[in-house]
Nanobody, 115 residues
């Protein structure tokens, strides 16, 4: 069984930065993709960024050039968020999809961008 725990959310001013961390516990083997999704109030959940176990990265147009996703120490994925905008406000969820199609979700972490 895999568990995902997010941390690093909080309040930032427009133009500021935050770093989100997703840590996975349990046995993770083979090809996988870790993604950060976000959900703004009253809106559907959307993909912000993803990274495969082969380090292929994908970004939503709205965050490209401002957010960077990376794999750090074993079983940890970071989302570095720079030049934050009020539109980046929402709950950010970590997702792990395995090569067999299993999906795991974290509990979410709140990001608020406001002056």
């Amino acid at each position: 069984q895999v568990q995902l725990v997010e941390s690093g959310g909080g309040l930032a001013e427009p133009g500021g930065s935050l770093t989100l961390i997703c840590e996975a516990s349990g046995s993770i083997t083979g090809f996988n993709v870790v993604s950060w999704y976000r959900q703004a109030p009253g809106k559907e959940r959307e993909l912000a960024a993803s990274i495969s176990s082969a380090n292929y990265r994908n970004y939503a147009d709205s965050v490209s050039g401002r957010f960077t996703i990376s794999r750090e120490y074993e079983n940890a994925v970071y989302l570095q968020m720079n030049s934050l905008k009020p539109g980046d406000t929402g709950v950010y969820y970590c997702n792990l999809r395995t090569s067999t199609g299993l999906d795991y979700w974290g509990q979410g972490t709140q990001v608020t961008v406001s002056s």
